[in-house]
């Protein structure tokens, strides 16, 4: 079994920063890509930041040049930096990986969310 831990979330204030991790554990051979999604109250979830195993990083263009996303392949964890937050990121941030498991299987693990509550 592969679990998705997240930690980091919590109250912040608009304009202020905030960091999530999320550590992936299990019966895990590699990761390929791990991301970042968000879910806004009565919205669709959203790609918000993808990176590969390499260290490839992509962004939704509307949060471009506010958030950063970083991996250590040895902890496998990913970090999400969010700074400049506004009331419109207010959302549920789940993490997701791409998991080769040791038994050779590929499946996409999901971490059950935290909650980014941004105040104005």
């Known amino acids: 079994q592969v679990q998705l831990v997240e930690a980091g979330g919590g109250l912040v204030q608009a304009g202020g920063s905030l960091g999530l991790s999320c550590a992936a554990s299990?019966?895990?051979?590699?990761?390929?890509?791990m991301g970042w999604y968000r879910q806004a109250p009565g919205k669709q979830r959203e790609s918000v930041a993808l990176i590969t195993s390499g260290g490839s990083t992509d962004y939704a263009d509307s949060v471009k040049g506010r958030l950063t996303i970083s991996r250590d392949n040895r902890k496998k964890t990913v970090y999400l930096q969010v700074n400049s937050l506004k009331a419109e990121d207010t959302a549920v941030y789940y993490c997701k990986a791409e998991v080769r498991r040791r038994d050779y299987s590929r499946i996409d693990y999901w971490g059950k969310g935290t909650l980014i509550p941004v105040s104005s």
């Open positions: 299990g019966s895990i051979a590699s990761i390929n890509a």
